[in-house]
């Protein structure tokens, strides 16, 4: 058996290696590294795929999240509620953009954020909610669309973990998660699930204006050369990145079904043991698993986590350590409502091996070792 990893980059690379060399040889050759057609290619794939109008490349999805922030002329002090349970990049430019991160309640069973808590959030000064569609699941849209309407507030979906999932909405239409907000931000960090040989970002918008200043803010606020309108930052997605991209973009529908099904096959072997919980999949979403990640209930998890390692299983806590409680939030800490969902998910979350190469023979052998711990 092949040694079991979180992510198989390696494997995956080997499968696709003629045509990724080639186009990145191309690259090599035109040398047209920065703007070069494969970026322009990329973002026209990318809009077709995703069914959206705008695609504007950038250097990361952190650059991604700021640039959504900088464009929408927010005020030092404004309000942007995002959850707590996330990874720190989404609550952090809110920060460096001098604004206030309002951090909500998840929902216990899809990890995202919970409507009833952003409504409990809303102040005069909130300008925008920004989801995040943890682990590959999306938040409830439908609903957080409603309350934007309501109170006149931009939506940015932080969209890093869920490229490729649909949402539902109740009168049967369905949308990429990333293209359903005002905005949308994605990385292409490598072990994404789609994810570049390097760093990678990209917005998402129907929007022209926004599209526009988006594109200007990414390029030092100019679109004629020299000429810089506004303050902007420097942010491109390379000319390299953007060959790899192209190349798996083609996969990426595959890519999510090897996932499903390394996914399904957790569940089942998981499903009769009471101190589990395995991810529930929201009824108004595909669920693209980024990472597959589960509750334990009465279980030792730092005792899973080492029994697991000695097996040459690698497992993560994603997040251990929710935004509202780390350090660099500290100033804030007295104003924000408890969260006790996101404390009780962070003690409780351990995530096992997910990406697109895991082979019947590791599933059984991570799931079974995970049992064994378990049952014992
Ligand atoms: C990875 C990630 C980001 C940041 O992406 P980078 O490309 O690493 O800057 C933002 N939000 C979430 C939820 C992520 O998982």
């Not at 430019?93 to 951090?103: D, E, G, N």
């Not at 409504?119 to 682990?135: D, E, F, G, M």
């Not at 009168?171 to 293209?179: E, I, L």
Request: hydrophobic fraction near 40%; charged fraction near 20%.
């Amino acid at each position: 058996m092949a040694p079991i990893q979180m992510v198989d980059l390696k494997t995956q690379y080997s499968r696709i290696k003629d045509q990724v060399d080639r186009a990145v040889l191309e690259v090599l050759e035109s040398a047209a590294f920065i703007n070069g057609k494969p970026v322009q290619d990329f973002c026209q794939s990318m809009s077709d795929y995703l069914g959206v109008k705008h695609v504007i490349p950038c250097a990361n999805g952190t650059d991604a999240l700021q640039i959504a922030m900088m464009a929408l002329d927010f005020q030092p002090g404004d309000e942007v509620i995002t959850p707590s349970f996330t990874y720190i990049a989404t609550t952090e430019v809110v920060a460096l953009l001098k604004l206030k991160p309002v951090f909500a309640e998840v929902d216990p069973h899809t990890f995202c954020i919970d409507p009833e808590s952003i409504r409990k959030c809303i102040t005069p000064r909130t300008k925008a909610i920004v989801p995040v569609h943890l682990y590959g699941q999306s938040a409830p849209m439908e609903e957080i669309m409603k309350i934007a309407a309501e109170y006149n507030l931009y939506v940015i979906e932080d969209n890093a973990q869920a490229i490729g999932a649909d949402y539902t909405f109740s009168d049967g239409t369905t949308r990429k998660t990333g293209t359903i907000g005002h905005i949308g931000a994605t990385s292409f960090f490598p072990s994404k699930n789609l994810g570049c040989y390097g760093d990678g970002g990209a917005i998402f918008t129907h929007d022209d204006a926004l599209a526009d200043k988006m594109r200007k803010i990414a390029n030092h606020g100019q679109s004629v050369r020299y000429y810089h309108d506004l303050v902007g930052c420097n942010s491109r997605l390379d000319t390299v990145q953007a060959a790899v991209l192209n190349i798996k973009l083609a996969h990426l529908n595959t890519y999510i079904k090897a996932r499903q099904a390394a996914a399904s096959y957790y569940n089942k072997v998981f499903s009769g043991c009471a101190n589990i919980q395995t991810p529930v999949i929201a009824p108004y979403s595909t669920h693209v698993f980024h990472q597959y990640t589960l509750i334990l209930n009465g279980v030792d998890r730092d005792g899973l986590n080492k029994y697991l390692s000695e097996h040459q299983i690698p497992s993560m806590i994603y997040y251990p350590v929710p935004a509202h409680r780390q350090k660099m939030f500290e100033s804030f800490r007295s104003e924000q409502q408890e969260l006790p969902v996101t404390d009780w998910l962070s003690a409780r979350v351990i995530s096992l091996p997910m990406h697109t190469e895991l082979t019947e023979e590791q599933l059984e052998y991570i799931s079974g070792r995970v049992l064994n711990f378990i049952e014992n």
